[in-house]
């Protein structure tokens, strides 16, 4: 389960995940997660899985999709936690470096600060990272980070990485209906921004179930302030509000596929029923799944979407 996909995304095109988290470890609970309420809150970096052990499951999984002609645009640490909290994230960038594919990331930036993480990330080839909020109140509403951390910290952090990286740097910014939406913040991040230069900046909401059931997107005149706010003062600023489409990969074992790719990314009934029929297989799969009680479909916005039921601990 280290490995999901191809999977598509409205930012890298066709990326193979790689979960290097446990569930769910993170230094945020974010109100808008799609893969539920932080149970493990962290910011002391960790070992999760062997580095060989992680390389060795993407390399096999890269060779098939290259054996059946599919296509990858990238390998993407895009764990159901923080992946900068794997100690190991170097070592294991420079054990995929031989398979020739590019490697990105997506990191909430909460541990900007570190020299260590910043080394890691400096390794890729695109890093993107979470900005939502440059004002202290909607950080701690929006995204709850854990206790020790600071704002400006990781703003610092941040510019400092930015100064030194050589690959692509792209910004996501997810705004929340009441919570992070406010002008102020708005436009804090945008001045923000413009000192990051990042080669885009993301202005998304949140599309799929998140942890909080109050967590809406923001009214449709407040998005299109913000995204006039950005563009006032950044050249590249797009919308990630789009649905990135059905074209998950599969392997040929749908209950795999269906178990690996949601427990990190929800997928719309749609997505599922086109994934179930590549794979040759029918809908009794997906119902046994929910029958056993390791898939769990839940409404969103008038949709259904397929959720990995996870078995966390809590501490
Ligand atoms: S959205 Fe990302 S950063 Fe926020 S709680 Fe979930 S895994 Fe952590």
Redesign the pocket.
């Known amino acids: 389960m280290i490995v999901f996909g191809p999977i598509p995304s409205r930012r890298l095109g066709r990326s193979l995940g790689i979960n290097n ?1 446990p569930p ?1 470890v ?5 109100v ?7 149970t493990r809150m962290r910011v002391e970096r960790q070992p999760f899985y062997q580095p060989e052990e992680i390389a060795e499951a993407v390399s096999r999984r890269v060779e098939s999709i290259q054996a059946a002609n599919e296509s990858i645009d990238y390998v993407t640490f895009v ?4 992946p900068t909290l794997d100690v190991n994230l170097g070592r294991t960038i420079d054990l995929l470096r031989p398979l020739g594919v590019k490697i990105a990331i ?3 930036s ?1 541990l900007m600060s570190r020299p260590d993480v910043r080394a890691d990330l400096r390794k890729l080839d695109l890093v993107s990272v ?1 900005v939502d909020a440059a004002l202290d109140e909607p950080w701690h509403r929006v ?2 980070p854990q206790g020790r951390l600071r704002l400006d910290n990781v703003l610092e952090g941040l510019l400092t990485f930015a100064g030194s990286f050589e690959g692509e740097l792209i910004t996501e910014t ?1 705004l929340v209906r009441d919570v992070n939406d406010g002008e102020e913040n708005i436009s804090a991040i945008a001045d923000f921004l413009v000192q990051l230069e990042p080669a885009r900046a993301y202005l998304a909401i949140p599309t799929r179930p998140p ?1 909080e059931p109050w967590a809406r997107p923001p009214a449709e005149a407040v998005l299109n302030r913000a995204y006039q706010i950005f563009r006032e003062r950044l050249d590249q600023v797009e919308y990630l509000i789009g649905y990135e489409g059905t074209e998950f990969s599969s392997t040929g074992d749908v209950v795999e596929d269906l178990l690996s790719i949601t427990a990190v990314h929800p997928m719309r009934a749609d997505a599922v029923r086109d994934l179930v029929a590549r794979a040759g297989a029918d809908w009794s799969a997906v119902e046994g799944l929910v029958e056993r009680e390791r898939l769990v479909a839940t409404r969103h916005n008038g949709r259904t979407f397929y959720s990995r039921k996870l078995a966390v601990r809590s501490s």
């Open positions: 988290i769910k993170c230094t945020y609970s974010c808008y997660c799609q893969v539920g309420r932080t764990p159901d936690g923080e997506i990191t909430n909460s979470g995204n709850r997810i942890a």
